[in-house]
Structures are given as C-alpha cells and as structure tokens.
C-alpha cells in the first residue's frame, strides 16, 4: 500500500488483522499511531511507516511490539523522546526514526539491543554524547546519528557505513577507526574536527566514500590506496590541509603543531652520528669507571 497518495488516518481496523508486514510509506497520512496497531501480541515483523505527515509521539505509550525486527518512522513529524516502547521489541534488526523532530538524549537502553544491524537517527535534535555502552551493538552495520565520536566506534568491526557529519563534533578522529575494515562509507564533514586525517585510515580497503569536508583539519593528507581515489571535494573547507589531491603543497608551517612538536623532539637523537657517539662514550665512561673501582679497592687494601 505504499506510494498510493492516500490521505487521513491510518486507521485502527489494522491492529486486528493480525498483519505481520504493513508497509504505508511514502504516502499522505495523517494523525498518530493508533495505539490497536502496536498493543499487546501484535504479531507485526516489519512496520513502514515512513515519508507521510505522522505526528505526535513515535508509538503509543503502551506499545509492546515483541516480534518487531524492522521499524521505519522516518520523514515525519514526530516529536518528544525516542519512545521507550522499543525496549519491548528485543529482535529490532533495524531502526530508521531520521528526519523528525524527536529530542533529548539517545537512551542508554538502545544500546542493549546487540541484535540491531541499523541505526538511523540523524535529522532530529538529540542531545549529548553517545556512551562508551556503543561497543556492546556488535552486529551494528549503519550508523547515522548526530552528536559524540567516542573511540568505542572503533571497536565496530561489522560497521559498513558511519555518518556523523552536522554534528558539532570537536577533537581529533580517533585513530581506532582504523578498525572499522569493512567500512564503505565514511561521513566526518561540517564538523569542528582538529588535526591531522589518521595515515592508519589508509588500511580502509573498502572505503569508497569519504568526507572530511568543512572541519579545521590540517596537515598532510594521506594519499595513498582508496584515499588516492577520493576528490577535492572531500576535503573542502579545511584551508590547512595540503597534499594531493589538493593544489596546496605542503610546507613545514602545514604540519599539525603537535607533529611538528614531536619530530623537533626527535630530530637529534634519531641521527645516527648523535648515536654512535653516545655509545661510545657511555663505554668509555663504563670502562673507566670500572677500573676506577678496582684502584680504589687495591689502595684501600
């Protein structure tokens, strides 16, 4: 029934069909979610209600929807929390709420849901940062959500797309993305990232999408594997960042300080004459100091 411009109510003769799949997306409805749709012992696997004019909260209070393994709400004008309801539903594989107007925090409790493959929560006005709770969603694949990039992503082998792009994020990319190997898509852009882009992110074997647009990276970008097939585009808005595919070349002042910091630091003892020459007097001073003592035990005697 989807894509057939109907207009109204979703109407509450539904909930006692005992339908297992009900797909009303993309057309023009209105109202809420009759509560007979979502109640006790429905025997609903896959609910699509996305792209109509849906409004109040995501689901009716009393939902208890134990056999749901798809939800899709996105495109609508839902407002208030991320319904707790869906803790009721342990066998969610996918969940797609973007594009509504639900606020407050991403609660704790979603991330006990180790059976979810996608989360799709971007386009809202969540707050706050995602919890170190994240590395427990293993199977997680899809991951669109706004706000907070801990190093626990890193730890989400099974990712295959990660877009935290508009998200008012501030650090460094951590360099544990390096992990996330099977990755084919990776959105950063229109953020406060600092730093340098990780050369470890080179390892992304399957990375044919990226972006790092409209941040304040700078530094050499590495330019090598996938990265070597990626646009100017990527990395616009980024004035110090330098390299190919850029026009900009790089200089020793397009260095992160931190790395500028850390090579000075370096620079002397790395050379091998500076080397050498602390080996030999570090023996030197051995030897002597050796028979030092065998001279003062000789004249004590």
């Known amino acids: 029934m989807s894509s057939n411009e109907l207009e109204g109510k979703i109407p509450s003769s539904f909930g006692s069909m005992s339908l297992e799949i009900l797909d009303l997306s993309n057309n023009m409805l209105s109202g809420t979610i009759p509560p007979s749709l979502t109640g006790n012992d429905t025997p609903l696997v896959y609910l699509n209600l996305s792209n109509n004019t849906l409004q109040g909260e995501m689901l009716p209070r009393d939902s208890n929807m134990t056999k749901l393994e798809c939800l899709y ?43 979810l493959v996608a989360v799709l929560l971007s386009g809202n006005h969540l707050e706050g940062h995602l919890t170190q709770r994240l590395y427990r969603m293993q199977r997680l694949q899809v991951f669109d959500v706004s706000r907070g990039i801990p190093i626990e992503i890193g730890e989400l082998s099974q990712l295959l797309s990660l877009n935290l792009s508009h998200s008012s994020l501030t650090g460094s990319i951590p360099i544990s993305f390096q992990n996330l190997t099977r990755v084919e898509n990776l959105d950063l852009s229109h953020n406060m990232l600092r730093g340098k882009i990780p050369s470890e992110l080179v390892a992304l074997t399957y990375l044919s999408a990226f972006s790092v647009a409209y941040n304040n990276l700078s530094g050499r970008i590495p330019f090598e594997r996938q990265f070597s097939t990626f646009e100017m585009r990527c990395y616009d808005g980024n004035p110090e960042l330098c390299g190919d595919p850029l026009p900009r070349k790089c200089s020793r002042t397009n260095q992160p300080k931190e790395e500028k910091d850390e090579k000075e630091s370096n620079r002397i003892i790395d050379h091998p004459l500076f080397f050498y020459a602390f080996v030999t007097v570090s023996y030197a001073f051995g030897f002597w100091a050796f028979f030092g003592i065998l001279i003062i035990k000789k004249n004590w005697r």
Do not use: T
């Not at 709400?73 to 803790?87: D, M, R, T, V």
């Open 73 to 115: 709400l996105s495109g609508n004008h839902f407002e208030g929390i991320i319904s707790p309801a869906i803790s009721n539903s342990p066998s969610l594989v996918i969940l797609d709420v973007r594009d509504n107007y639900l606020s407050g925090k991403i609660p704790k409790w979603l991330y006990d849901h180790r059976h």
